[in-house]
Every structure is written in C-alpha cells, then in structure tokens.
C-alpha cells in the first residue's frame, strides 16, 4: 500500500488494518508492506496502534475474537523465527509475539523499518505482518519506482491519495507492478469468479480468473482455411 501526502489519514489506517489481519493475514492479497509520507506518519502510527490494539486472537468462533490461529506448525514456526528477529532489531511498534502452546497463534504486527530493502518489505511471511517505510514527502516520485522494484511479487496493491495528479502518476508508474491495482480502498476483497482476479510478475500471468483471459489458457488456437471454389487455373504463371 503506498500512501501519499494527501491522502486521508483515517480511511489509510483503517485499509491498513482490514487489509493486514483479516484472516490473520493469509491471504495472498493482504497488506504486508506500507509505504508512508513523514507528514502523515506521526497520525497514521498513532491510529494503527490504537486500532491494532483491540484486535483480540484467539479461537474465531468465539465472538469478539478478530484473529485466529495461522494455518500449521510450519507457518508458526517460520513467523515465529522472522518475529524474534524483529524484535533483536527493535523495529516492532506493536505485537511481535507468538503462542504455540495451545495452538498457531501470532499476535497483528506491525513494524517501522528504516531501510528500504528489507526483507520484512521484500519478503512475503504469510501472516499477520504488516511493515511500514516512511519516506520522505519530497521522495514522491522516486518512491514510485521503489514501490515498482521492492518485490518480486505482484498481485494486489493500492495508492491512498486524494490529489488526482498522483492518483494519475502512480496509475501509470506502477501500470506492471500488480495484477489488481485499488484507489483508495484495501486491495483485498476480490469475488474470484465475479470480478477479474490475477497477478503479475512471480504472483502469476496475470490470467483473470472467471474471464476470457483465464479461459484462453484453457484452449490451443488453430487457423484453418476452408477453400470452396479451388483454383484450377495457372494464371499470371500459365505457360506457353
């Protein structure tokens, strides 16, 4: 999710945390890196933190409970290592911690990295991991191409801004970075089979599940030419 200096603040965080945790972030369309303005950064921390910290983990059909377990020991185990990381970094704002002892269960993170190319943007952990790089508001355009060059995967992202000249420049920038690309909106949320759903780069071909696009690959295309007055005449190549 790249955020601009003109976004809404409110309706950013809000996107940021439905767009993260829902599921406990094992969706391949969640929100796993954040890119936000030094200008807005100060508000939109304070409203991440506040809304993560009533989302209550536990067992789903329980009410009140927003996360539950991730899907098996693996992943648990795997989310467990990159959090205990984290935290030796010291780049955890909130969560950071997992409890197997009854179960898979690993706390909403979010996390504030410095360096651009850190594997907590570059690298998808499948959970409940949100990573967010504060940029500079002058760093605008060139943010664009690092938002285009981060990841080698590519099948959702969104731009949360409301001045139309870089909703209009991110559109084209980031034209090959995601097979579904939102405005102003989670880029989660996709009716597979109703709306076109397909990823870029590493995420896919980009083939729009329950389209045309997703039912050409199904088929081999073949000419065939049906010729029904034959010609039997020599022509311009008739001979003397």
Known sequence: MLIHPSADVAAAAVACVRGAYEYQGQKC???????????????????????????????????????????N???????????AQARREGVVLVGGHTDGSRGW??????????DPRSPYLVEE???PIMAVHVYDDADWHSVL???DTTSEYGLTGAVFATDEA???????ALRYTAGN???????TGATVGQQPFGGARASGTNDKAGTIWNLIRFVSPRAVKHQHRPDS???LFALD
């Open 29 to 71: 369309a969640a929100v796993s890196r954040v890119y936000a303005p030094r200008s807005l950064w100060p508000a939109l921390k304070e409203q991440l933190i506040d809304q993560i910290a009533v989302l209550k983990v536990g067992d789903p059909t329980r009410p009140g409970i927003h996360l539950g377990a991730v899907i």
């Open 73 to 83: 020991s693996r992943q648990h185990a795997k989310q467990e290592a990159v959090l």
């Open 105 to 114: 269960f690993v706390e909403p993170t979010l996390l504030e990295v410095s």
């Open 125 to 127: 952990y499948f959970g």
């Open 145 to 147: 191409d690092l938002v």
């Open 166 to 172: 870089a909703i209009a420049e991110s559109d084209q």
């Open 181 to 187: 690309y939102y405005v102003n909106d989670k880029p």
């Open 233 to 235: 005449s020599m022509g």
